[in-house]
């Protein structure tokens, strides 16, 4: 029982690590996408792809935890447990949010984007909506 409180501590740890960076990535966008200047459009290329590789680390160590969970919690629990695999569709909505967000920097890092502030700031939003549902799906368990 203990390994499995320390497994959902870490589990929990590294996602607030990884929203922390896809919540402020966009932010970079946004501001990007609003500069004219060379140098200051050079500056966030660098940050938005640091922040990336540095929190897609998190991303993998939060879903192997969550998966090391699953486990030792057992099939049946697994089964029985609607509200998890709701979660588990709205982590693999968020996962392909975070790979989206490597297209981006690619186009930004090459001088492609097309995409407003306005749109960043919309796209920001999804996250926060994914942790609000993930939160209350985990925490209250309401299937």
Excluded at 14 to 33: D, E, S, T
Excluded at 56 to 83: D, E, K, R
Aim: glycine content about 4%; hydrophobic content about 55%; charged content about 15%.
């Amino acid at each position: 029982m203990t390994s499995l409180l320390w497994l959902k501590a870490f589990h929990v740890i590294f996602m607030v690590a990884w929203f922390a960076g896809i919540f402020y990535l966009p932010r970079l966008f946004v501001n990007h996408a609003e500069t004219d200047n060379k140098d200051i459009s050079e500056h966030f290329k660098g940050m938005e792809r640091r922040l990336l590789y540095f929190v897609t680390p998190f991303a993998i160590f939060t879903i192997v935890l969550g998966l090391a969970m699953i486990f030792l919690y057992g099939h049946a629990w697994f089964v029985q447990s609607t509200w998890l695999h709701i979660k588990i569709t709205l982590v693999i909505f968020l996962v392909a949010y975070h790979l989206y967000c490597f297209k981006l920097v690619k186009d930004f890092r090459e001088d492609k984007n097309t995409r407003s502030g306005k749109f960043y700031r919309l796209f920001n939003e999804i996250p926060v909506l994914i942790l609000f549902a993930v939160i209350i799906l985990a925490y209250v368990k309401p299937f």
